[in-house]
């Protein structure tokens, strides 16, 4: 590349990392003004029902609830900033430590997930476009439909009754990190990433087809034909290329959807991820912990969508170089 | 006219589904020689073309007949043998290159893959080959231009990068499918002097589809002319233009708006000022590679339009023409000047004032399909200005005065139950044009209107605009790219370049002694009237 093309790119780069950051900034603000929004005292309820007005007035020096609420902001700003979230109102952990915990469960779910979504909606969304109106679409529209259709646990609860309790191949639930053993990792994700990636995919098939019969009735589609090209350079080349730029959209709706909103999954599969976490602190009245996870979920959201904006600019020169 | 034709078609049929849509056309091309295909929009002229050569395809469409390439038979044949054909014997060049050109791709990837693909060049050779093309089909700079991407080229330019693309190969044959519909006159000049060098260069022979008889006699040796799927006249382009056999050429002939023919006479010296227009500037905040910057769209631009009076704007896209209806309209903001409509002050009213003024000033739009909402009756679009500015008192008087709307633009009452999709082009056109009058207004301001509109719909259209000028008086702001139409129409023409108002004139002056070169070259880029 020229130093012409790669300036451009780079001033986009920098724009979106400017407009991420600015974002990230309302997050916090809203994050924040979470703990003093909720009805009643969050450390009258974090302490349940018998304390003493010493412990009381201890946990809300120790949580800075007692200073002036810029003090505060500030602070819980600077202490973002560092990776210091605060502490778990329950068993007094770093908030910092438990989102860490928690993380490589999520990132691997919704990761493999994302991967068997693609898997499943690339080759099925291209061949439905292709053979548009023609019993092959007709069927891959109908399996995608109930695949939109059904509750993602119910398929959950299918996988297990099928690979882990008549087959036994699987095991049904539990996570083990991957740097701990690798074939137990991936024995383990496989059933919830399977279930995740099988919803998603469903969605993600249908618009792979619509981009697909878009671009495939384009002006340049023709032209391409009317040079006598090969199908497969018409369709890799000319239609591909041209039908990633929506595609990349949804996967990126889809893989943030994985990281945060999967609850029900992972419940049905004991999978320590963040959105159980949330959950769970939710249930506990945990407020620190559900502000470090809400902050968490929207920084992931922020990162795909900084990622998404800048593989659109390397699809795309009208967004790289205007 | 040696040997045998390079294209040969013989009875060739189509049908989707039980509509037959090409009924049984024959033709031939001969080497050398361009052959003009004709029609109105429906004719079948791009289906009958496009199967002949085997481009054609849909579900459910069915193609017989004959039409060989050199001894090739093309109706019927095999993937393979098409793919062999196109881009290597055969090339196309379509209507809009805006559209044909694929947006992530360099021009030098779009150059060379014809080349490899029928020639088996390697990447070396095929990027000689794309320069060659490049220079061949008259691109400065192609070296810089190879590595440039569709967005960074004009119109015209696209267009000469999908004739590169075209003759990449030396084909026998070239299928232009109305190849300058979308392009300014003066570069449609351009393209159709570059598309004749080529074709003395190399021999090809030629078809060229158009809806415009003026392109059509510039280019072409041979005419077929099109109407519902039929070739109605076949002759020399001699013949067509003037010694019309059959009814439709004739009409059509007769419909084609043409440069100092027909001329309003001048409105009355004493007749009131409407509109008057001073010193307006218009910018807009535009992104480019090299950062934002500010285009002056519309710079110092004032003209008046009288009672009874068209004033027609014409000019090149890109020019300030719509941006100037924009202004008027409050559809761009005006960062100076002054306008005036009888004696209020347009740009600083507002509330009741500005709803007075929006209600004395309507517009007609381009597209009439898209000017009218898909889920609202005749009777409703056209009523929606007279209820919303308070001029019907109840449904009986809204009925009455919408079948007076229809009736002044020549549509049966009847049309007021029907919904736009049960209408054709120039019939929305006629509603857009009823729903403008709804509230009497002072002026109305066309913008493009008769542009997407048939020849022969588009001259009933005009002729009914004049029409209804005479017998209201309303006053018009005419806005238009074609020249000859807007001559047609206007009393007073003001040709407007790069945002400003080049030249301004009585219609006939303006064309008999034009005063600048831009003028001058307008014209000159004019097809004429008949071949040469």
Same mark, same amino acid.
């Given at each position: 590349?020229?130093?012409?093309?790669?300036?451009?790119?780079?001033?986009?780069?920098?724009?979106?990392?400017?407009?991420?950051?600015?974002?990230?900034?309302?997050?916090?603000?809203?994050?924040?003004?979470?703990?003093?929004?909720?009805?009643?005292?969050?450390?009258?309820?974090?302490?349940?029902?018998?304390?003493?007005?010493?412990?009381?007035?201890?946990?809300?020096?120790?949580?800075?609830?007692?200073?002036?609420?810029?003090?505060?902001?500030?602070?819980?700003?600077?202490?973002?900033?560092?990776?210091?979230?605060?502490?778990?109102?329950?068993?007094?952990?770093?908030?910092?430590?438990?989102?860490?915990?928690?993380?490589?469960?999520?990132?691997?779910?919704?990761?493999?997930?994302?991967?068997?979504?693609?898997?499943?909606?690339?080759?099925?969304?291209?061949?439905?476009?292709?053979?548009?109106?023609?019993?092959?679409?007709?069927?891959?529209?109908?399996?995608?439909?109930?695949?939109?259709?059904?509750?993602?646990?119910?398929?959950?609860?299918?996988?297990?009754?099928?690979?882990?309790?008549?087959?036994?191949?699987?095991?049904?639930?539990?996570?083990?990190?991957?740097?701990?053993?690798?074939?137990?990792?991936?024995?383990?994700?496989?059933?919830?990433?399977?279930?995740?990636?099988?919803?998603?995919?469903?969605?993600?098939?249908?618009?792979?087809?619509?981009?697909?019969?878009?671009?495939?009735?384009?002006?340049?589609?023709?032209?391409?034909?009317?040079?006598?090209?090969?199908?497969?350079?018409?369709?890799?080349?000319?239609?591909?290329?041209?039908?990633?730029?929506?595609?990349?959209?949804?996967?990126?709706?889809?893989?943030?959807?994985?990281?945060?909103?999967?609850?029900?999954?992972?419940?049905?599969?004991?999978?320590?991820?963040?959105?159980?976490?949330?959950?769970?602190?939710?249930?506990?009245?945990?407020?620190?912990?559900?502000?470090?996870?809400?902050?968490?979920?929207?920084?992931?959201?922020?990162?795909?969508?900084?990622?998404?904006?800048?593989?659109?600019?390397?699809?795309?020169?009208?967004?790289?170089?205007? | 006219?040696?040997?045998?034709?390079?294209?040969?078609?013989?009875?060739?049929?189509?049908?989707?589904?039980?509509?037959?849509?090409?009924?049984?056309?024959?033709?031939?091309?001969?080497?050398?020689?361009?052959?003009?295909?004709?029609?109105?929009?429906?004719?079948?002229?791009?289906?009958?073309?496009?199967?002949?050569?085997?481009?054609?395809?849909?579900?459910?469409?069915?193609?017989?007949?004959?039409?060989?390439?050199?001894?090739?038979?093309?109706?019927?044949?095999?993937?393979?043998?098409?793919?062999?054909?196109?881009?290597?014997?055969?090339?196309?060049?379509?209507?809009?290159?805006?559209?044909?050109?694929?947006?992530?791709?360099?021009?030098?990837?779009?150059?060379?893959?014809?080349?490899?693909?029928?020639?088996?060049?390697?990447?070396?050779?095929?990027?000689?080959?794309?320069?060659?093309?490049?220079?061949?089909?008259?691109?400065?700079?192609?070296?810089?231009?190879?590595?440039?991407?569709?967005?960074?080229?004009?119109?015209?330019?696209?267009?000469?990068?999908?004739?590169?693309?075209?003759?990449?190969?030396?084909?026998?044959?070239?299928?232009?499918?109305?190849?300058?519909?979308?392009?300014?006159?003066?570069?449609?000049?351009?393209?159709?002097?570059?598309?004749?060098?080529?074709?003395?260069?190399?021999?090809?022979?030629?078809?060229?589809?158009?809806?415009?008889?003026?392109?059509?006699?510039?280019?072409?040796?041979?005419?077929?002319?099109?109407?519902?799927?039929?070739?109605?006249?076949?002759?020399?382009?001699?013949?067509?233009?003037?010694?019309?056999?059959?009814?439709?050429?004739?009409?059509? &002939? !007769? +419909?084609?708006?043409?440069?100092? *023919?027909?001329? #309003? $006479?001048?409105? %009355?010296?004493?007749?009131?000022?409407?509109? =008057?227009?001073?010193?307006?500037?218009?910018?807009?905040?535009?992104?480019?590679?090299?950062?934002?910057?500010?285009?002056?769209?519309?710079?110092?631009?004032?003209?008046?339009?009288?009672?009874?009076?068209?004033?027609?704007?014409?000019?090149?896209?890109?020019?300030?023409?719509?941006?100037?209806?924009?202004?008027?309209?409050?559809?761009?903001?005006?960062?100076?000047?002054?306008?005036?409509?009888?004696?209020?002050?347009? &740009? !600083? +009213?507002?509330?009741?004032?500005? *709803?007075?003024? #929006? $209600?004395?000033? %309507?517009?007609?739009?381009?597209?009439?399909? =898209?000017?009218?909402?898909?889920?609202?009756?005749?009777?409703?679009?056209?009523?929606?200005?007279?209820?919303?500015?308070?001029?019907?008192?109840?449904?009986?008087?809204?009925?009455?005065?919408?079948?007076?709307?229809?009736?002044?633009?020549?549509?049966?009452?009847?049309?007021?139950?029907?919904?736009?999709?049960?209408?054709?082009?120039?019939?929305?056109?006629?509603?857009?044009?009823?729903?403008?009058?709804?509230?009497?207004?002072?002026?109305?301001?066309?913008?493009?209107?008769?542009?997407?509109?048939?020849?022969?719909?588009?001259?009933?259209?005009?002729?009914?605009?004049?029409?209804?000028?005479?017998?209201?008086?309303?006053?018009?702001?005419?806005?238009?790219?074609?020249?000859?139409?807007?001559?047609?129409?206007?009393?007073?023409?003001?040709?407007?370049?790069?945002?400003?108002?080049?030249?301004?004139?009585?219609?006939?002056?303006?064309?008999?002694?034009?005063?600048?070169?831009?003028?001058?070259?307008?014209?000159?880029?004019?097809?004429?009237?008949?071949?040469?």
């Amino acid at each position: 590349m020229t130093m012409t093309a790669r300036t451009p790119t780079l001033r986009f780069v920098a724009s979106r990392l400017l407009y991420t950051a600015v974002v990230l900034l309302g997050v916090l603000v809203v994050v924040f003004a979470l703990i003093h929004l909720v009805p009643g005292d969050p450390v009258r309820i974090a302490l349940g029902t018998r304390y003493s007005p010493e412990t009381y007035q201890a946990l809300r020096h120790a949580s800075g609830l007692d200073r002036p609420i810029a003090a505060q902001f500030l602070s819980y700003l600077g202490g973002a900033v560092t990776g210091d979230l605060g502490v778990s109102f329950r068993n007094g952990q770093p908030v910092t430590l438990i989102l860490l915990d928690r993380l490589p469960a999520t990132l691997s779910l919704a990761g493999v997930g994302v991967v068997i979504a693609l898997v499943i909606a690339l080759p099925l969304g291209t061949l439905a476009a292709l053979r548009e109106g023609r019993a092959v679409d007709g069927a891959i529209r109908v399996v995608s439909q109930f695949g939109v259709s059904v509750p993602d646990f119910w398929i959950g609860m299918l996988l297990i009754t099928l690979f882990s309790a008549v087959l036994g191949l699987l095991p049904s639930s539990g996570y083990v990190p991957i740097v701990e053993d690798p074939v137990q990792w991936l024995r383990r994700v496989t059933l919830p990433a399977l279930t995740i990636g099988l919803v998603a995919g469903s969605i993600m098939t249908r618009y792979v087809r619509a981009a697909v019969i878009d671009v495939a009735s384009s002006g340049y589609v023709r032209t391409a034909e009317s040079k006598g090209l090969g199908r497969a350079v018409v369709v890799g080349r000319h239609i591909g290329r041209n039908a990633l730029v929506p595609v990349l959209t949804i996967t990126g709706i889809q893989l943030a959807t994985m990281l945060g909103g999967v609850i029900v999954v992972e419940v049905v599969f004991a999978w320590p991820g963040l959105g159980r976490l949330m959950y769970d602190s939710v249930a506990s009245r945990d407020y620190p912990v559900i502000q470090g996870a809400v902050l968490m979920i929207a920084a992931l959201f922020l990162a795909i969508n900084l990622i998404v904006d800048i593989l659109y600019s390397v699809i795309d020169p009208r967004i790289r170089l205007s | 006219m040696t040997g045998r034709p390079v294209l040969s078609v013989r009875d060739l049929r189509v049908s989707i589904g039980s509509r037959p849509i090409v009924r049984g056309i024959s033709f031939d091309v001969d080497a050398g020689e361009t052959v003009g295909v004709v029609g109105e929009s429906g004719s079948g002229k791009s289906m009958t073309v496009l199967s002949a050569t085997g481009l054609f395809r849909a579900a459910g469409a069915q193609v017989t007949g004959s039409s060989a390439l050199l001894g090739t038979e093309l109706v019927g044949a095999s993937r393979r043998t098409l793919r062999a054909v196109h881009g290597d014997r055969v090339g196309f060049v379509f209507q809009d290159p805006a559209t044909s050109l694929n947006p992530l791709l360099t021009i030098e990837q779009q150059l060379v893959e014809g080349p490899r693909t029928h020639r088996g060049l390697t990447p070396r050779a095929a990027r000689r080959r794309a320069l060659e093309l490049l220079e061949a089909v008259g691109i400065r700079e192609p070296e810089r231009r190879l590595a440039a991407y569709p967005h960074q080229l004009s119109g015209g330019q696209k267009q000469r990068v999908m004739i590169a693309i075209a003759i990449a190969c030396d084909p026998t044959l070239l299928v232009a499918d109305e190849p300058t519909t979308a392009l300014d006159v003066t570069t449609q000049a351009q393209i159709i002097d570059l598309v004749a060098a080529t074709q003395e260069r190399t021999g090809m022979a030629v078809v060229w589809i158009s809806h415009d008889l003026g392109v059509i006699g510039q280019v072409a040796d041979r005419v077929s002319v099109l109407q519902h799927g039929e070739a109605v006249e076949q002759a020399g382009v001699h013949e067509v233009f003037d010694a019309p056999r059959h009814e439709y050429t004739r009409t059509l &002939l !007769a +419909a084609r708006p043409v440069l100092g *023919r027909d001329q #309003r $006479r001048p409105i %009355a010296p004493d007749a009131d000022r409407v509109l =008057s227009v001073a010193d307006l500037d218009v910018r807009f905040r535009v992104a480019s590679p090299g950062g934002r910057h500010t285009v002056r769209a519309v710079s110092g631009v004032s003209f008046e339009v009288r009672r009874g009076e068209t004033l027609g704007i014409v000019g090149e896209s890109g020019s300030g023409k719509s941006t100037v209806a924009n202004a008027l309209t409050g559809l761009a903001r005006v960062n100076a000047g002054r306008v005036t409509l009888r004696d209020a002050d347009v &740009l !600083a +009213a507002t509330g009741a004032r500005a *709803r007075g003024i #929006r $209600r004395s000033l %309507a517009m007609v739009f381009q597209d009439p399909f =898209s000017a009218l909402d898909p889920r609202m009756r005749v009777e409703a679009a056209i009523a929606e200005p007279l209820v919303e500015h308070r001029l019907v008192a109840d449904g009986a008087a809204r009925t009455r005065r919408v079948r007076e709307l229809l009736e002044l633009v020549a549509l049966p009452a009847e049309f007021a139950a029907r919904y736009p999709h049960e209408l054709s082009g120039g019939q929305r056109q006629r509603v857009c044009i009823a729903r403008a009058l709804a509230c009497e207004p002072e002026l109305v301001i066309f913008d493009e209107s008769t542009a997407s509109l048939d020849v022969s719909i588009q001259a009933r259209v005009i002729e009914l605009l004049i029409e209804l000028q005479e017998r209201l008086g309303t006053a018009y702001l005419f806005i238009g790219h074609d020249l000859a139409v807007v001559e047609r129409m206007s009393h007073r023409i003001a040709v407007m370049r790069n945002g400003e108002i080049v030249e301004s004139a009585p219609s006939a002056e303006l064309y008999r002694s034009p005063r600048t070169d831009y003028t001058r070259r307008l014209i000159a880029a004019i097809p004429p009237e008949r071949p040469a």
